[in-house]
């Protein structure tokens, strides 16, 4: 898995790549954690190059929902495609969270 992160502001992009899971969801956590740390409330996750999220990965990003609502903040999730968008659709995620097409389209909610 691959996380780069980068300011756009009023938001930080995180972008992930590869995949979400067993192995690989503490590193996401510890990530988004870091950035929750420093005030960085304002997320949108682009997962357009993510292949694959398991349980794992959905439990930390609903955790890090939660967090980040707690904090007034917003996490909208971009770039959904494939089997990480089949994935969102079955759990119920995509009705829970602020799923959007694009970036753009995201940082103009925020």
Not at 15 to 38: N, P, Y
Not at 56 to 82: M, Q, W
């Amino acid at each position: 898995m691959e996380i780069v992160t980068r300011e756009k502001p009023p938001a930080t992009i995180v972008s992930v790549k590869g995949r979400i899971d067993a192995m690989t969801s503490a590193e996401f956590e510890t990530h988004l954690s870091s950035l929750r740390r420093q005030d960085k409330i304002q997320l949108i996750i682009n997962l357009s190059d993510l292949e694959y999220i398991s349980s794992a990965g959905l439990r930390v990003i609903l955790s890090a929902a939660k967090d980040i609502k707690a904090g007034k903040g917003h996490l909208l999730f971009c770039g959904l495609k494939g089997a990480v968008k089949e994935i969102f659709e079955i759990s119920g995620f995509c009705s829970i969270l602020s799923v959007c097409n694009s970036e753009d389209e995201a940082l103009a909610k925020i």
